[in-house]
């Protein structure tokens, strides 16, 4: 089945910084979803992105299929970013819709 | 009201028992998932089901079994508990004629602790 990396593993951000988080995925895919899954454990929706860039608010996302990758964009970090942000691949389309997942970048935010 | 709702939302069970998690839906999808995860990992895929009539077995399935009573309702059952199915479930849904664009939403999640 596809293989999804996440990196960094943990990040320490400052409020107000920057960041880019990274997953790799090792076959073409025809979903690949951002979650936020936020202290309290629920999974929040972020973007559905199997290819090209989209934008909402302060996040930004976008993928690049051909090169097997995703980068989801935080800026200007606030404390509520904090929790563990999920990058989900799903492949064969004639398989359903069945999504797997990378194991996370772990964000914390400071004040 | 939330679209997809999971009860209970918190269990604890001893090994050997069985229990059953159900989820709800009111997206009117015909696909529903169940997805556990383990404490720092991501989620993975027990069972799914694209209808009423088409349920599968997914990456983890052993230990569990499913019933989709209805478009809106899929039950996870464990049939004898045992310690190390303490997990957090979720379930989600998802629409093939979304337009090409199946995202698949989440509900809220049940903690389940089997001592």
């Known amino acids: 089945g596809i293989q999804v990396e996440q990196s960094p593993p943990d990040l320490i951000l400052q409020e107000g910084a920057n960041s880019t988080l990274r997953c790799n995925f090792s076959?073409?895919?025809?979903?690949l979803q951002w979650f936020h899954q936020n202290p309290w454990g629920q999974l929040i929706n972020l973007f559905y992105i199997p290819s090209g860039t989209k934008q909402n608010g302060r996040l930004s996302a976008t993928t690049v299929a051909t090169e097997r990758y995703s980068l989801l964009y935080i800026s200007s970090s606030q404390t509520t970013d904090s929790g563990v942000y999920f990058c989900a691949v799903g492949g064969d389309k004639a398989a359903g819709n069945k999504l797997t997942f990378g194991g996370g970048t772990r964000v914390l935010v400071k004040p | 009201d939330a679209d997809v709702t999971q009860t209970p939302r918190n269990r604890i069970t001893k090994t050997g028992k069985r229990i059953m998690l159900e989820c709800s839906q009111t997206?009117?999808?015909?696909?529903m998932y169940w997805y556990r995860q383990d404490p720092g990992l991501g989620l993975r895929l027990i069972y799914y089901?694209?209808?009423?009539?088409?349920?599968n077995k997914g990456e983890i399935s052993d230990g569990y079994s499913v019933s989709r009573q209805a478009q809106a309702k899929f039950s996870l059952s464990l049939e004898s508990a045992i310690p190390n199915q303490t997990a957090l479930y979720f379930c989600?849904?998802?629409?093939?004629?979304?337009?090409?664009?199946?995202?698949?939403?989440f509900g809220p999640g049940t903690r389940l602790l089997v001592l």
């Open positions: 089901s694209f209808d009423v009539k088409d349920i």
């Open positions: 997206k009117g999808h015909d696909r």
């Open positions: 076959d073409s895919v025809n979903n």
């Open positions: 989600a849904t998802s629409d093939p004629r979304a337009g090409g664009q199946e995202t698949q939403y």
